[in-house]
């Protein structure tokens, strides 16, 4: 079963609450030059006139490896909307919010293939804009819905491990690479638990140990215990991570479906804080039908 058509009559209303979300609880919502510190990225590679060569070949680690370190958000934005006010005005500014994060089967052929509780669920969460949104409560944010929202995320690797810091709510994961398999019983987590793999030049990251009733977007799509989500993960240039992503969800879904979530770096900045809870006003923006 797929979405129904009548369940996307409600985007424009979704971006307007997601951009009040975002510029309610922070500094997500201001341009990215704004994030402190102006300090100059080390080993960036530069062209003849001395600017950024973000199309230039990805750094490698000691073993050979792409590096994939750095600080990164999503490489879509969603279309200015005339009618969609910030604080700052009307598209006064573009903020990085990728389509994906109010729809993530947008690209599904067919859209996604639901059994049928989870459609209903959709829709309803949808068309109530609803207030249960874990991201709208300040809870944390999950794979793979972090990476189109509007928060910057660090990368470190080092032999054996990467690790994301996410300014929203000082929020990390781990993805180990030292070939232990994944947990058989764990303790259900918001981010999984993860282990990667090379394929060449590509990380494989499976991530399972999801705990129930997460959100892959705004519309609500949900996420179940018994997911597993496998990542791969490219760097072909300095400026760009591809993030292709599969999900495999037999409670909320007929079949596994893929999707794809690129990242751009971003150079000159830190991350700062960034924590929900200080003045959230992002459910009173929330309003459904």
Avoid at 186 to 206: A, E, H, I
Avoid at 215 to 243: C, K, M, Y
Wanted: with cysteine.
């Amino acid at each position: 079963m797929t979405r129904r058509t009548s369940a996307r009559s409600t985007g424009t209303a979704m971006v307007r609450a997601l951009l009040s979300l975002s510029c309610a609880i922070g500094p997500a919502c201001l341009p990215a030059a704004a994030q402190w510190l102006h300090y100059p990225t080390r080993g960036v590679p530069r062209t003849p006139e001395g600017k950024p060569d973000l199309r230039a070949p990805a750094p490698r680690t000691e073993d050979g490896r792409p590096d994939f370190s750095g600080i990164w958000i999503t490489a879509s934005n969603v279309p200015c909307q005339p009618n969609v006010r910030t604080r700052f005005g009307d598209c006064s500014i573009e903020l990085p919010i990728s389509p994906q994060a109010f729809d993530i089967g947008a690209s599904v052929p067919g859209g996604l293939p639901y059994q049928p509780w989870a459609a209903a669920l959709a829709k309803r969460r949808t068309e109530d804009l609803s207030k249960e949104d874990p991201h709208a409560q300040c809870l944390p944010m999950n794979v793979p819905r972090g990476y189109g929202l509007p928060h910057l995320h660090k990368i470190i690797q080092v032999p054996g491990l990467l690790v994301t810091l996410n300014e929203f709510n000082a929020e990390y994961r781990q993805i180990f690479l030292d070939g232990r398999p994944l947990p058989v019983d764990p303790v259900p987590s918001w981010n999984g638990y993860s282990s990667g793999t090379w394929d060449g030049d590509t990380l494989v990251v499976t991530t399972s140990g999801f705990r129930d009733g997460l959100w892959l977007d705004t519309h609500g799509d949900p996420l179940t215990d018994a997911a597993t989500i496998t990542e791969r993960l490219r760097r072909p240039s300095f400026g760009v991570l591809e993030v292709e992503i599969t999900i495999d969800d037999p409670k909320a879904y007929t079949r596994p479906w893929t999707v794809t979530m690129n990242q751009e770096i971003k150079l000159d900045v830190e991350l700062i804080d960034e924590i929900c809870m200080e003045n959230n006003k992002a459910i009173q923006h929330l309003v459904g039908k």
